[in-house]
Nanobody, 127 residues
Framework: QVQLVESGGGLVQAGGSLRLSCAASGRTFRKNNMGWFRQAPGKEREFVAGIRWSTGSTWYADSVKGRFTSSRDNAENAVYLQMNSLKPEDTAVYYC????????????????????WGQGTQVTVSS
């Protein structure tokens, strides 16, 4: 059974940093895309960042470009989201997701393109 488990969320002041982790288990994700999404209260879930496991290529939402960095560790079977210069508007539940079917776009950003999801981790940025 595929499992994605996020960790690393918490409370941080504006301007601070957090590093989210997503541990993947149950299968090999070497050929898949991984994504980070977030959902703030009363808002729809939105794309944050993506990473192609095989090459490490990344793509980002404009709102986080230059502040967030996604990476992966093959040995640990994990992906990470380094979040710097955090803003109150970054407050949300952050989700890790896996696109194992690869039937969508080359750089998937829509949550319908991802078929496995973690349980989410809360990130709260205070002003």
């Amino acid at each position: 059974q595929v499992q994605l488990v996020e960790s690393g969320g918490g409370l941080v002041q504006a301007g601070g940093s957090l590093r989210l982790s997503c541990a993947a288990s149950g299968r090999t994700f070497r050929k898949n895309n991984m994504g980070w999404f977030r959902q703030a209260p009363g808002k729809e879930r939105e794309f944050v960042a993506g990473i192609r496991w095989s090459t490490g290529s990344t793509w980002y939402a404009d709102s986080v470009k230059g502040r967030f960095t996604s990476s992966r560790d093959n040995a640990e079977n994990a992906v990470y989201l380094q979040m710097n210069s955090l803003k109150p508007e970054d407050t949300a539940v952050y989700y890790c997701a896996a696109d194992t079917l690869l039937r969508g776009s080359i750089w998937p950003r829509d949550d319908s393109e991802f078929d496995y999801w973690g349980q989410g981790t809360q990130v709260t940025v205070s002003s």
